[in-house]
């Protein structure tokens, strides 16, 4: 990901913080191929482009947003609900 930004969604603290990912993983945000095997920029698991999700906390600082493995998501979804409602309440 040369000269891009990469930044994860804090829920936590409702800010985006740098992201790095390591090097040697495959994490395209376009993809040509569905069986294409890539890297979860997360967690490293390697899984098909196919089978991925759309993270809602790993993007480049344009907004486009990597895929993550099902685990992955599954986590983000958690901590979103969570969050979300903690932010809620404060209004
Ligand atoms: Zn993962």
Redesign the pocket.
């Known amino acids: 990901m040369e000269g891009c930004k990469v930044i994860r969604w804090n829920y936590k603290t409702g800010k985006a913080e740098p992201f790095v990912i390591p090097d040697g993983y495959e994490c395209p945000l376009i993809c040509s191929g569905m069986n294409r095997i890539v890297n979860?920029p997360?967690?490293?698991?390697r899984l098909r482009y196919g089978d991925a999700f759309t993270s809602m906390e790993i993007m480049t600082d344009s907004g486009l947003s990597f895929s993550?493995?099902g685990?992955?998501y599954e986590a983000e979804k958690v901590r979103r609900a969570k969050w979300a409602d903690k932010w809620a309440q404060k209004t």
């Open positions: 979860c997360s967690c490293g698991t993550v493995c685990k992955c």
